[in-house]
């Protein structure tokens, strides 16, 4: 499972970023789509996860930027999406895509990564 993100870049404080994370491969099932960062010298944290619908499909947020931020996905096309808004200096960070997929029926349920995206909030 591959899983490129896009969206990343710099912004002033208080604007607004959308993060794309796209899923391809060999794909059988993904249940969890989420979002992490990590900024200089601190923890990889959670930002937002998104179970599927066949899970509930509730989203879930750091309480960081509940408020702020909107996650969604678009099963079909095996996309999660991050609104973020409101940004501030403190959302600066690398954005890493998440997924807990499988890739058959034979497979067990794994972790997958993509490459991140940094985001940069700065006037």
């Known amino acids: 499972v591959q899983l490129q993100a896009s969206g990343g870049g710099l912004v002033q404080p208080g604007g607004s970023l959308r993060l794309s994370c796209a899923a391809s491969?060999?794909?059988?099932?993904?249940?969890?789509l989420g979002w992490y960062r990590q900024a200089p010298g601190k923890q990889r944290e959670l930002v937002a996860r998104?179970?599927?619908?066949?899970?509930?499909?509730?989203?879930n947020y750091a309480d960081s930027v509940k408020g702020r931020f909107i996650i969604s996905r678009d099963n079909d096309k095996n996309t999660v999406f991050l609104q973020m808004n409101s940004l501030q200096s403190d959302d600066t960070a690398v954005y890493y895509c998440?997924?807990?997929?499988?890739?058959?029926?034979?497979?067990?349920?794994?972790?997958?990564w993509g490459q991140g995206t940094q985001v940069t909030v700065s006037s």
């Open positions: 998104i179970t599927d619908i066949t899970s509930g499909g509730s989203p």
């Open positions: 998440y997924a807990w997929a499988r890739q058959s029926i034979l497979r067990p349920w794994s972790d997958w």
């Open positions: 491969g060999s794909i059988f099932s993904i249940n969890v």
